[in-house]
């Protein structure tokens, strides 16, 4: 079974970090560029970072460029979001993608999603 499993969510204070995971199972992550979206009530889903199946390349949209970190483990099939000195403004539910797309930032590109965890920042 073809799956994506999202983990590390949960409430944090503004300038917190947290660390999201993203397991796959059924197929290897080596394969494919893997991407962070978010979505927040009333918006549409933001593009938040990307690393590249062929040379690790990453990208990271402009709002959270110095503060987010997006990794690999091929041995353990996962790809990790660690964020850093979180704002409010990051509040948002966090998904993972898996997928072949060009545009990084576009949800068209990815074939396959996770379910997605709660990412809240709040005194």
């Known amino acids: 079974q073809v799956q994506l499993v999202e983990s590390g969510g949960g409430l944090v204070q503004p300038g917190g970090s947290l660390t999201l995971s993203c397991t796959a199972s059924g197929f290897s992550l080596d394969f494919y560029a893997t991407a962070w979206f978010r979505q927040a009530p009333g918006k549409e889903r933001e593009g938040v970072s990307c690393?590249?199946?062929?040379?690790?390349?990453?990208y990271y949209a402009d709002s959270v460029k110095g503060r987010f970190t997006i990794s690999r483990d091929n041995a353990k099939n996962t790809v990790y979001l660690q964020m850093n000195s979180l704002k409010p403004e990051d509040t948002a539910v966090y998904s993972c993608a898996a997928g072949w797309g060009l545009l990084w930032n576009s949800p068209k590109e990815y074939d396959y999603w996770g379910q997605g965890t709660q990412v809240t920042v709040s005194s």
């Open positions: 690393i590249s199946s062929s040379d690790g390349t990453e």
